[in-house]
């Protein structure tokens, strides 16, 4: 997608430049996919409010669904018609905004560089004048976030909502419904093992758990602890290369 598009012929000189638009990440999550655990009301608030009437920021720690639920809210507004225009960490492309953005995403705003503070801020005052409303979301509360203070007071503005981690019964009924969704049975041994000896942060568990699937198919075993231990002690790029 870019907001110019070239003419068709004449002197590749005279022809606008093509800017393209930092896209909402494919694999996405969903409202309807969302487990709320203790975040039940700022679900329902955040469902029901896309685009969002003001300004809105989510904090909480790795794996308490922060990037779903922009996602969701992403989502919901290109449903909706919308231009989403979504910016984090890895983003490269040029920090503009669209005139026809509908919903500007700053994810993982406690990992800008001084360079892309000062992109977020200039997009923020661009967002303000085009009434084009933004959600945000970090690790810490705006009044924490290690960035420059014009940034951290924009991102204070609105909606500030903190989102709690799910409880050890719904990580791994999350884990079980993912396991279920990719067609891998997960013993009760693998559970305890996931749960015991890793990361209790969901987002790591939803990407070991990608990655034991794909181990799992390249070796043609099937998800074992023992599988798992081979797995962890092998590096994640020779995953399939050595297969």
Not at 140 to 154: G, I, N, Q, T, Y
Not at 174 to 202: N, P, T, W
Request: net charge negative; hydrophobic share 40%.
């Amino acid at each position: 997608m870019s907001t110019v598009l070239p003419e068709q012929s004449g002197d590749l000189r005279d022809r606008p430049v093509q800017v393209p638009l930092p896209l909402v990440p494919t694999q996405r999550g969903r409202f309807e996919s969302f487990l709320p655990g203790p975040n039940l009301a700022v679900l329902q608030q955040l469902a029901g409010q896309v685009p969002p009437g003001q300004p809105v920021y989510l904090w909480g720690e790795p794996g308490s669904g922060k990037t779903h639920l922009l996602q969701a809210m992403a989502g919901a507004a290109e449903a909706q018609g919308l231009v989403v225009q979504w910016f984090d960490p890895t983003v490269t492309q040029p920090w503009e905004l669209s005139a026809g953005c509908g919903l500007l995403v700053l994810d993982g705003v406690d990992a800008y560089t001084p360079e892309q503070q000062q992109q977020a801020f200039a997009l923020c005052i661009e967002a303000q004048s085009q009434a084009c409303p933004w959600a945000a979301a970090g690790h810490l509360p705006p009044v924490d976030l290690p960035l420059r203070e014009d940034l951290r007071s924009r991102l204070a503005w609105g909606q500030t909502h903190a989102l709690q981690s799910l409880g050890e019964d719904q990580t791994l009924f999350a884990l079980e419904l993912e396991a279920e969704r990719r067609g891998i049975e997960l013993s009760a041994d693998v559970k305890r093992y996931l749960i015991s000896r890793l990361s209790r942060d969901l987002s790591s568990l939803m990407q070991l758990l990608q990655r034991l699937d794909a181990y799992s198919l390249s070796r043609a075993r099937p998800v074992t602890v023992a599988l798992l231990r081979d797995m962890l002690a092998t590096p994640a790029a020779t995953d399939v290369a050595g297969a």
